[in-house]
C-alpha cells in the first residue's frame, strides 16, 4: 500500500508536468520544453516599417539604401540593425518569460530556442558580412552558468550565414567589483567596461550578436569597442527586440 499523501503528490506532480509553463493552460499537440503550441507562437517578428538602424517604428522614413536609418533618433554606432523577435510577443509575452528562465538554467527553452534559428527569416543585409561576434558576458557568471547564451546564439547565426565566429569582445572585472565602492567612486566608474578581448583585431564588416536589445546601451559600447579596434563596420543582429 502506498500512503495516500505520496499518491497526491504523484497526482499533483502529474497534472504540474501535463500545464503550460507559460499560460497554465493544457499543454497540447506541438509542446515543446512544457511551452504550448500557442505559446510559442508567441515568437513574432517585429512590426514592418521599423527603422533600419534602431529597429523601433519612430516615424522617421524607413530605407535600406545610403542613408539607411539617416532620420534615427537614437544614439546608434552601427550602420544597420534588426532583432528576429518581438520581446512582447505573445501572452504570456514569450522572450520576457523565455530569457530570465534561460538565463537560471532551464536548457530545454535554450534548446528550443536555439533550435528555431536555423529556420527564422533573417534580415536580407546579414548575408554581407565578414564575421560574427557576440555581446559579452562577464566571465564570472558564464563560468557560473556554464554557458554563454549570447555567443550561442551568435554561432549558430554564424553557422547559417556560413562566415566565423569570432569573440572578440571582452566585459571587464571592474563591473563585478562595484559592491565594493563607495556611491562616488561607482559613479565615475563607466558601468560596464567593455572592450577588446587581448589580440582580437576585428576587420571588415562585423556583426554584432545578442540575445536581447533593450536601451541598446550594451550594444553601443560593443559597437563602439569594434569600431575603435579597426572594423570597417558594425551591424546589429539580436533574437529579441524590446519596443
Ligand atoms: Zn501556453
Ligand atoms: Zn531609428
Known sequence: ?????????????????????????????????????????????????RCPR??????????????????????????????????????????????????????????????????????AWAVEVDRV????????????RGFDFGAEAAQAVAARLERPFEPLLAKGWRSGRQA??????RRRLPKRAITLRRGAAPRGRVLLVDDVWTTGT????CAQALLEGGADEVRVLTLFRAL
Open 1 to 49: 500500500m502506498l500512503p495516500v499523501g505520496f499518491l497526491t503528490r504523484l497526482v499533483q506532480a502529474r497534472r504540474s508536468l501535463l500545464l503550460c509553463r507559460g499560460c497554465l493552460g493544457p499543454v497540447g499537440a506541438g509542446a515543446e520544453a512544457g511551452l504550448c503550441a500557442r505559446c510559442w507562437g508567441g515568437l513574432v517578428p517585429l512590426p514592418e516599417g
Open 54 to 123: 534602431c529597429a523601433l517604428v519612430h516615424g522617421a522614413e524607413a530605407s535600406h539604401g545610403e542613408d539607411a536609418g539617416a532620420g534615427c533618433p537614437e544614439a546608434v554606432a552601427w550602420a544597420l540593425g534588426d532583432a528576429l523577435w518581438d520581446y512582447h510577443g505573445g501572452r504570456p509575452p514569450l522572450g520576457a518569460l523565455l530569457l530570465p528562465g534561460i538565463k537560471q538554467g532551464e536548457a530545454g527553452w535554450r534548446k528550443a530556442l536555439l533550435n528555431r534559428l536555423p529556420g527564422v527569416p533573417l534580415p
Open 133 to 144: 561576434t557576440s555581446a559579452p558576458s562577464a566571465l564570472p557568471r558564464r563560468l557560473l
Open 180 to 185: 565594493s565602492r563607495t556611491e562616488s567612486e
Open 218 to 221: 550594451t550594444l553601443l559600447r
